[in-house]
C-alpha cells in the first residue's frame, strides 16, 4: 500500500486568496515545490484535500476548481513535480444538511485512499488550520503539521495544545517526518 501526505490547498500548496477560483490568481508557495520532491523522494504520494465551499454557495463552478488545479500540475512542470490526487469538498453547510466530506469530516481522505490505496494510518497531514489536522486526525494520519500562513499566529497555540505539530514551509514538514522516522 501506499503512503501519502495529504495537503490542505489554500494557505498550504498555494497562497490563499480567499475562494480562489481564478487559475491566474495561484501562485506556489514557497517550499511546496521542495517539499513535493521531497516526499516523492522519500516514497509518499502528495494529495490534495481542500473545502470548496464556494461551489455550493454559488460563487464558482466545480469547473473552476479543476481549472485551478490543472494550474497548479501546469506550475510544477518545472520543478519535474506533480501532485498524485485532488479531492474536494463542493458543499456548504449554510446550504444543504452536513456532508460527509467537509472537513474536519474525513471523508476525502478515505475516498483517496480506497482510489490511490493508501494506509491512512502511516501518512501524514498538512494544514494552515486547525481544522485541517483535525480532519487528518479523524481520518486516523499518524499526525497533522500547521503550516506558517495568515491563520498561523491565531492557530498555532491550538494546534500545539491539541498535540500537532509546526513547521514554517511543507519543506519543513517532510524535513520533520524524515526526522521522526529515522
Ligand atoms: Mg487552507
Ligand atoms: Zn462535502
Redesign the pocket.
Known sequence: MNRAIFL?????VNF?VRYCHEPEKIKLKPGFPEGLQAMHKAGFLAVVVTNQGGVALGMYEADAVHACHRKLQELLVPYGEKIDGFYFCPHHQKVQADCSCRKPKPGMFFRAARELDIDITRSYMV???IS?LEAGKNAGCVQGFLVD?FYYDTHAPKAVAAGFETASTVFDVVKKVLEREG
Open positions: 490542505d490547498r489554500d494557505g498550504v490563499d494544514g494552515d488550520r485541517d500562513s
